[in-house]
């Protein structure tokens, strides 16, 4: 403890070196905060007790090929379901392309049953599965384009030429996308289709996650042979599905989260190094005192690890304050809904500064400490 | 009068460590805004680079691409008769009537992703002459059989020569591996377009392409196909149609300018560091300056030169960092198609520029601050301390 108050001077000794440093450092782990929130966002969906019993059911070769509303009796009757709807992927455009959001068709009657994560006013609930033309909206995307329930909104069919035009009946939050896609009722769009009575996929609840495989075993090995094999996978395994079309993230991010490490690497070592080269007088002084070399060489390590800790932190815990206050909805494109710092996150960006602060003091400080005491003494800066 | 350049690279010398260290430090972080751009910029180019300004796409009206487009197969009858679409040497008319469906496969790396089949024919192949065949040979209708890109077969299960593919249990045999110069078709499988219609019991086509005679009758051309009520279908210039699909890149973009933006703002701040580190070092030698006559203004220039070509020499290893993924070839989805798309890094000699350019504004930005101190150094102070 008695040394506190002699690091804290020398970390502020050359302060304008020391700020600059420290942004430095905090400018990157800004950046690599936000990184592997993004990250871990995209491949780590959360898991909720309800994700946890649901089912989504497709076309065995892939989300293109559709499958007929017939199998959806079928499913509701497998041992363990306790509700499913079907539904189909729209695609439409609002306005502009530009405004892109998820936007399905869906079977309106067990919708609710299926997504209970989903909180809906009762009122309103009832209200959109009454209203055949009725739409559903998450709340991050109702406010983003400023929907009221009662407002018109009118889609523009880009895969299907069919263009519905409906009434925002309830607003939700939560659900398995957060409160960011906008669901209408199946019928009508299968009307607008001239009664085709394709389905995409069938999302359905299970009674328990233990039922859970075998229910989606059951329903792939019953429809084996129909005119529409099935694929039944977790909800979360769909998701992820999605997020390995994009490519290797997984590489993109740490690859650049390590070269940015790296540099703050240099940064630190850099300042590490021209702060001790000048102080290497005090070096002899200190060790005229009768400090050891492993003393002197402590003290240099925790005063360039409390540089980059802070910074790290400074880093960190601004992405940890800006990052859920931006409509990263509309930043991204309707992509990312929002991303949160956790705390993991947090621990990691602390320990990454500990890291940055050891290794950058390590080598300049080594050397320092091992010179003998006389030569330090004589040294000029 | 001017202070030699020559004494910038005396003093950039003598800090021979801190100097390499900061030249790493931005070399890295211009290695990584060059590699991002090379990467929009080759997903891009993947789109840019195909198409033919004779070639129009013929597609269903409301479709925005060939993937959820179909129509009957009576109306490429009607297309394939239209005057103005240009003709062999035998007479026929170059027009090839595709269809197209995406399977799910799985990648080398083990998770699954979406990829485009195509049933095509000889005239496909005709109008698409960037193709060529470089393992193995042409498909045979009837058998079953496909030809992969050879970006596809490096990254997907089961797609090298005479391996056998299995598509909702039934087995297709790689026959043969095509590239086509970095163009959109290689992340295409092509098979026969009977076996793939009959496979998806889909009698239908999903796009038709066809050359017309010249430029200049390809507005009529266009009009003629979308005016025509009985066949409800649309012509799209197929340089137009693949651009359109460079959106597949936006997120990137947006993630890219955000990276460099930030990694901008910390290289600054890194530079800004090792400035005022030798400008307080140098203080002698800046107030002798002064008193031989150099005036502040001098100084200002010098110091902002030094730290301009500093992190100019950084970029340049950047640079020379960042050429080595010329060529890496990467994935990615095309929301569009909403199946993947192949393509390849490319390190152009104007994204280097742009990363020289990034490097020298950043050099510039953090100069100034320590490059101003060094100029309002008073130096009566500094002479006598």
Known sequence: MKFVRFLVKNVLRNKRRTLLTMSSIAVSLFLVATLLTLLDQLTNPPETPDSALRLITRHRISLFNVIPMSHGEKIREVEGVEAAYGSMWFGGVYKDPSNFFANFSVE??????VNRDMIVPEDQKEAFINDRTGAVAGDSLAERFGWEIGDIIHLEGALFSFDPELTLRAIYSGGADDGSSLFFHWDYFDEGMNRAGIIGTYTIRTSSPEVLPAVAETIDSMLRSSTAPTKTETEREFILGFVNMLGNVQLFITSIVSVVIFTIVLVAANTMAMSIRERIREVGILKALGFRSSQVMALFLVESVLLALSGAMLGALAAWLVLPALNMAAISGGFVQRLAVTTPTLLLCAGIGLAVGVIAAGYPSWSASRRPTVQCLRMTA | MKIPIKYNFRSLTNRRVGTLMTMLGIGLTVAIVVVML??????????????????????????????????????????RFLPDVARDENNQPLVAGEIITVINQQRLTGETSNVTIRGTDEMGFRLRPELSIVQGRMFQPGLREVMVSETLSNRFQDMRLGDTMRIDERAWSVVGIFEAGGTAVESEILAPYEDVAQEWNRPIYSSLLLRAESLEVIPSLQERISDDQRIQLQAVSQKKYFEDQTVASTGLKALAVFIALIIGIGSCFAIMNMMYGTVMARRHEIATMRAIGFRRRNILGSFVLEAAILALLGGVLGCLLASSFHGFSAGTANWATFSEVVYKFRVTPQIMMQGLLFALIVGIIGGFLPARRAARMRLIEVLRG
Do not use: C, P
């Open chain 2, 38 to 79: 090379a990467m929009v910029h080759g997903l891009d180019a993947t789109f840019t680079d195909s198409g033919d300004e004779l070639h129009l796409i013929v597609i269903r009206q409301g479709s925005q691409n060939e993937v959820n487009s179909y129509f009957n197969r009576d109306l490429y009858e009607i297309v």
């Open chain 1, 108 to 113: 309106a009657d067990q919708f609710f049953e």
